[in-house]
């Protein structure tokens, strides 16, 4: 389920995307990885402008195929306006578990 965009990867042989597209490309990811209704839905907030972001991208996606029996991880630009309001009302500490019924 993680598909970092171009502007995430920039190994990536991806179009780039605008930044409307990437939020839709982003938002259908995270709808498709809850409906695949596996254990564990990680929503991973990232800046493309952060080194930090890009140099953990291949541990993030690593962890994600030793796991993908039961996680999804979801990438998400952090500096996204469609992402706008999880990042905003979102505490950083904040985890939540969805189930297959949403609870």
Known sequence: MLQPTKSWNLQSRKKILTP???GEAEHRAFAAALAIGKEITVVEFY????RLCNSLVNFVSEVERRN???VNIVMADA?????LPEVLYVPPDFTHKYTQDGV
């Not at 500096?79 to 992402?83: C, Q």
């Open 79 to 83: 500096e996204n306006d469609k992402w």
């Open 68 to 70: 993908s029996d039961w």
């Open 20 to 22: 409307e597209k990437q």
């Open 47 to 50: 800046s493309p402008k952060c």
